[in-house]
């Protein structure tokens, strides 16, 4: 009732139920009880108590009525203020996300990202999602569910050197590893701004494109995480390696960190390979 309010924009009736449980057997998911667990404690508990609160009548705003968006997190909070519990961006997104993860040998949690707020801010949804998390699992060497530098480096191939430290330190991580939120964020942000940059991309081929042909062969082209080698061409031109990038996203921004200083570029032709190790 409340969700069909907020999304024509009309006033909200609030009310909170609360219970007096030592334990809440009536809600299951992957990090609680099962399901048998919970309807065993469920008919353990002889006697049921429920308390309901309503709140005053919520009325949107002018901007609440143009945003229902805006109106709908804006009667979350009274909610949460009402009752002191604070609120989450997580959704039923976040329990499949959560679930993958453990399938992929990493927390739970690592999976709790904040799904609704992601999607709104990079534009992406649950499937790519999911891809980037098997990434993220194939780099975390202890399934902890961070990533260090260390592991990083060692999924890509390449050193650890001054530009490898300032692409890693891009990811905004708190302390010396990275959550698979910060990953996300880190490399999806900056990167479908570089994707869709055709000088930018034009430089980074010409990079690997060692005798000037427009193709790149052998040696030439750029060496993928082993296990997630998706080439599987002999010879790339310039939309394949654009291809073969998208799905790379992380040379990608290796490689803008490696040129950071993109003025250098004004009048060479081909600037000088800085990430040797990607071929």
């Known amino acids: 009732c409340v969700r069909a309010c907020v999304c024509v924009c009309v006033f909200v009736y609030i009310h909170i139920c609360y219970n007096a449980y030592l334990q809440n057997p009536m809600v299951w998911g992957d990090n609680g009880h099962s399901l048998v667990a919970s309807l065993f404690l469920t008919l353990c508990q002889f006697h049921n108590s429920l308390e309901v609160e309503f709140l005053p009548v919520y009325y949107p705003s002018e901007e ?5 968006v805006l109106f709908a997190e804006n009667v979350r909070q009274q909610v ?16 499949l996300l959560g679930r993958s ?20 801010e990079l534009g992406v949804g649950l499937d790519e999602m999911k891809k980037h998390l098997k990434r993220f699992a194939a780099m975390d060497s202890n399934k902890d569910g961070l990533v260090c530098e260390e592991d990083m480096a060692g999924f890509l191939q390449v050193p650890i ?6 692409f890693f330190s891009s990811f905004k ?7 698979f939120s910060n990953y996300l964020h880190g490399l999806l942000g900056p990167t479908q701004t570089l994707l869709e940059d055709e000088y ?6 010409e990079s690997f494109d ?25 010879q790339l031109d310039f939309e394949d390696f654009k291809l073969l990038m998208s799905e790379n996203l992380e040379l990608v921004l290796l490689f803008r960190h490696c040129h950071s200083q993109s003025d250098a570029w004004a009048g060479v032709d081909t600037p000088p390979l800085m990430v040797p190790a990607l071929q």
């Open 64 to 68: 609440e009525k143009a945003d229902a």
């Open 80 to 95: 949460s203020s009402a009752t002191g519990i604070p609120t989450t961006d997580c959704s039923f997104e976040d329990l």
């Open 101 to 120: 993860a453990k399938k992929l040998g990493i927390p739970f949690s690592s999976g709790l990202t904040g799904y609704s707020k992601a999607r709104r």
């Open 161 to 166: 050197d001054p530009s490898f430290h300032s």
């Open 173 to 179: 991580q708190t302390s010396s590893s990275v959550s």
């Open 200 to 205: 930018f991309m034009k430089k980074m081929f």
């Open 210 to 234: 060692a005798d000037g042909d427009g193709v790149l062969s052998g040696d030439e082209v750029p060496k993928l995480p082993a296990p997630f080698k998706a080439n599987k061409k002999d």
